[in-house]
């Protein structure tokens, strides 16, 4: 069976892979906009924690014999209190200074994270095992389909819909929500916002380190396989606008699915084709397609 | 101000001096382009308060166009520097136009964004050579008559161009244009109150900037006869922030120091290295060399946390303190 004269197979395949972008992009901009709403830093270093997270998860893997479920858990949490430590003794001296300190701070991080994983690990990707319980495919008939990439794309799914529900729905997201929009008035109101900005951070940052846990199987573990992703969840940033939670999750997915077919039909422009969806936003509605205007 | 202006001269008189003191002239020439490079970023960061994450397009982008012009058309020098910086001004003309719908930190990682397009494109074009770059590029005689090959001569060509590079952006900060940019960087709504075409502003200085850093780009192109894709990564964005960071922002000669100290330390890093192995005997250090990044981060941490104003603009605020009391 042939769609645009692309065998079907192909054609859902690559929709699958750009899904599960998807969810990264989806993942990691939804923690950048958490933390820029009330840090007011743009995180360069999530994609060195992303790739932190599944180094973590690798490291418990082969030196510990843990298994991957326990990573899963426990890798976000560990480099969730490497982002607070980060918060306490960095990031909270440079806020009141220009934004433009946040990102050279984390920037510099991130080099320096990512030097220090590839003196020791080099540049070549470390092999990651599937758990058993998610190996193999299932035929769906029109499609064979990798039970881990469907995880992928499940498991990010709960977890930014979650995020979505506690930030919006929730008392405890309502406080966030007020302390986005006014620190001061809230911190009279006795509620600690520093504690809440660092535990916000914290979490921002372990929800990249999810991410990279759940990638560490499709792609090799690797110290580079964050600075690449990082560009792109700008752009998938600058493209959703930074105002909204579900705006975050929809414009990561959306751009996934998009480069995933850009692959089956124009290969040469896959790398390109988010940045292009950038400029072309930027022109039409330069505050992004959920962001509000200024 | 004219006591500034005799400084420079002292210091270009002694830039000129620099091969006969034994000073290689491939290491000075380096040194020359990464610090116009900073420069010209200095212009639009520390004059006029746009911080562009994405400037290491423009370099690579006028390094191909030269390195291209050269070798495939077999243009004289000259013609390939004016390609090399025609082309990064127009590239400057179309990432600035779509960076300055937006402000702040947008602008940083829409100028980023924009840049890694570039770096795709030359990954995947094909007359950039992919991942070798374009390798023996003729440096050619300029002018026709004057030939390029000995790098003494090469050297007064370079010096020439950073100084020329150099006044343009002193008579931009020095003009009321320049306070503009200034006005801008300080208070951008009481800009637009008194009736300034911000957004022209803003994408004139881009452009300026871009051009300025693409003739950085050129040059370094006849200094290496090469071309790479190295000159157009994102971590060449990051180093050229770091020089300007190190050296002072909004300073005419920090950005100068700032590209002298970062072309030393990659030089030397590695003998650092070595000297920390055999001094505590840990292995790890031996490796140091290859991997600048950790020292690059960890120096860029420290400028940020404790170091803003760099070495020339803490040196600056050290004499304003002196004439105060």
Known sequence: MNVFGIPMQALFGQLLLGLVNGSFYAMLSLGLA?????????????????????????????????????????????????????????????????????????????????????????????????????????????????????????????????????????????????????????????????????????????????????????????????????????????????????????TGLGLGVIEGLTKVFWPEASNTVVFVIMAIVLLLRPAGLFGKEK | ?????????????????????????????????????????????????????????????????TGYALKAWGVTPEVGLIFGVAVAALLGLVVGGLAIRRSGIYFAMITLAMAQMVYFFFLQARFTGGEDGLQQVPRGRLFGVIDLSSDLTLYYLVLALFLIGFAIIWRTVNSPFGQVLKALRENEPRAISLGYDVDRFKLLAFVLSAAIAGLAGSAKTLVFVSATLSDATWQMSGLVILMTLIGGMGTFLGPVLGAFIVVLLENKVGDFGQALTSMTGIDWFRQLGESVTIVIGLIFVICVMAFRRGIVGEFQALLRRRKAT
């Not at chain 1, 009141?96 to 991130?110: A, E, P």
């Not at chain 1, 193999?136 to 498991?155: D, E, H, K, Q, S």
């Not at chain 1, 509620?191 to 940052?205: C, E, Q, S």
């Not at chain 2, 034994?22 to 960061?45: E, R, S």
């Open chain 1, 34 to 250: 958490v933390i820029f709403g009330l840090l007011n830093v743009i995180n360069f270093a999530h994609g060195a924690l992303y790739m932190m997270g599944a180094f973590v998860a690798w490291m418990g893997l082969a030196y510990l014999g843990l298994n991957y479920w326990v990573m899963l858990i426990l890798a976000p949490l560990v480099v969730g209190l490497f982002g607070i430590v980060i918060e306490r003794l960095l990031l909270r001296h440079l806020y009141r200074l220009d934004h433009l300190y946040g990102l050279l701070l984390t920037f510099g991080l991130t080099l320096l994270i990512e030097g220090l994983f590839r003196s020791f690990y080099g540049v070549s990707g470390q092999p990651f095992q599937t758990p058993d319980l998610l190996r193999g495919a299932t035929n769906l008939g029109f499609m064979i389909l990798p039970i881990y990439r469907a995880w992928v794309v499940v498991a990010s799914l709960i977890v930014c819909f979650g995020t979505w529900f506690v930030i919006e729905r929730t008392p405890l997201g309502a406080l966030l929500r007020a302390a986005t929009e006014n620190p001061r008035l809230v911190e009279a109101f006795g509620v600690n916002v520093p504690r809440m900005i660092m535990l916000t951070y914290g979490f921002g940052v372990a929800l990249a380190a999810f991410a990279g846990v759940l990638a560490a199987p499709v792609l090799q573990v690797s110290p580079l396989m964050g600075s690449n992703l990082i560009i792109v969840v700008f752009a998938v940033v600058v493209i959703g606008g930074m105002g909204s939670i579900m705006g975050a999750i929809l």
């Open chain 2, 1 to 65: 101000m004219n006591r500034h202006i005799a400084g420079y001269v002292v210091l270009a008189v002694a830039a000129a001096l620099l091969p006969f003191l034994g000073v290689y002239p491939i290491f000075a020439m380096k040194v020359m382009c990464y610090a116009l490079f900073a420069c010209a970023f200095n212009l639009l960061l520390g004059f006029t308060g746009l911080l562009s994450f994405g400037h290491a397009a423009f370099l690579g982008s006028a390094a191909y166009a």
